[in-house]
């Protein structure tokens, strides 16, 4: 059964800072990663995704790493705005490999950008 | 991409009445998820539906509380059943898009059970 942790749960940071948020997963046969945000009292949007097969990847100032081995992503924020205000959650496949389109989310870091 | 709505967005029910919560997408998809989102909580999910065939629930859910409901390729109902406190939640839909998986959701419905 898949695990989801997310590091740190909460991060209060001054805008312009770069910030690193980590999420580590238990059942490595994954065949992706996904990232979402979360604005209060809404829906997920979909940030970035990351194949079993790709190391990264990127969208405009978000950066996003996956290290099976060891059971590990991180998402990078570059230069963060108060608008990158939000919760960010990571999901995995429940079932590592087998389960596709069902996930398993941590419990998501809450991020406070401050003018 | 899909684009996916959901109605009601938000309900304010008393407890032992039911809500039936619509999911809409704009493309065609063959399975369509259902999470639960409590207070302060993650996601969890509920159940998977499938057009043509009877819903697949996960452990701690049971179809008798949860009817699902999947009569064509772009659309789903999820029914939440004589409700308690306790259900009060935001209930969202997914689907997954494309060879790659990659999930989308909709905007999620806010219950509060009274």
């Known amino acids: 059964k898949q695990e989801v942790t997310q590091i740190p749960a909460a991060l209060s940071v001054p805008e312009g800072e770069n910030l690193v948020l980590n999420c580590s997963f238990t059942?490595?046969?994954?065949?992706?990663l996904q990232w979402f945000r979360q604005d209060p009292g809404k829906g997920l949007t979909s940030l970035l995704l990351i194949q079993s097969s790709q190391r990264e990847q990127t969208s405009g100032r978000l950066n996003a790493s996956l290290d099976k081995s060891s059971g590990r992503s991180t998402l990078y924020i570059a230069a963060s705005q108060p608008g990158d205000s939000a919760t960010y959650l990571c999901a995995g496949p429940n079932a590592g490999g087998t389960s596709y389109g069902k996930l398993t989310f941590g419990q998501g870091t809450i991020l406070t950008v401050h003018p | 991409s899909a684009v996916i709505s959901q109605k009601p967005s938000r309900d304010i029910c008393q407890r032992g009445t039911s809500l039936t919560i619509q999911c809409q997408v704009d493309?065609?998809?063959?399975?369509m998820f259902w999470y639960r989102q409590q207070p302060g909580q993650s996601l969890t999910l509920i159940a998977t539906?499938?057009?043509?065939?009877?819903?697949?629930?996960e452990s701690g859910f049971v179809i008798d509380k949860f009817p699902i409901s999947r009569p064509n390729l772009t659309f789903s109902t999820l029914t939440v059943s004589n409700m308690s406190p306790e259900d009060s939640s935001i209930y969202l839909c997914s689907v997954d898009a494309g060879s790659s998986y990659e999930q989308y959701f909709g905007p999620g419905t806010r219950l509060t059970v009274t």
């Open positions: 539906a499938n057009q043509g065939s009877e819903a697949t629930y």
């Open positions: 059942d490595s046969a994954i065949y992706n």
């Open positions: 493309s065609q998809v063959t399975m």
